[in-house]
């Protein structure tokens, strides 16, 4: 979920503006940069994992440098959301001028998305499962699940 958290987010951030989505790139890849993770060759890796799967028909998409690099900024936003500092990294970037607004919309956004992950999971108690593999798992895990 938080893969999809922060791809959905980042896509969000660039969609909302553009100079926000600029700072808090800025602002992910800089983190990357202190952990010394090559920016320019994930977004190599990108580009030619686009280009190998349209090679085999799996995708029609070759990203561009710049789709690549929002990509690599969604990753980004992956590992800084699990980093146990996130909190204090917002803090941080708050007190940046050019990023008014932009941390509140973030905290906005993760609101929304848990509000709708939690109504998704509540919309689902007491269903059971239709599939026959789902079926299958949970007769295997009935005694664990019981505990």
């Not at 553009?18 to 090559?38: G, M």
């Not at 190599?44 to 990509?71: C, H, M, P």
Request: proline share 3%; aromatic share 8%.
């Amino acid at each position: 979920m938080v893969y999809t958290a922060s791809h959905e987010l980042t896509h969000f951030i660039r969609a909302w503006s553009p100079a926000k989505f600029k700072v808090f790139a800025d602002f992910l890849i800089e983190r990357y940069a202190q952990k010394n993770v090559p920016v320019k060759v994930l977004i190599n890796n990108k580009i030619k994992q686009s280009e190998l799967r349209a090679a085999n028909g799996s995708s029609s998409e070759v990203l561009t440098f710049d789709k690549a690099y929002e990509e690599v900024v969604c990753d980004a936003c992956e590992s800084f959301l699990l980093d146990g500092n996130a909190k204090e990294a917002l803090v941080a970037l708050a007190q940046k001028p050019e990023s008014k607004g932009l941390v509140e919309k973030v905290i906005d956004w993760l609101k929304d998305f848990t509000k709708v992950i939690e109504n998704a999971i509540n919309a689902l108690k007491g269903t059971k499962p239709n599939s026959e593999e789902s079926k299958y798992v949970l007769n295997e895990l009935k005694d664990d699940l019981n505990e």
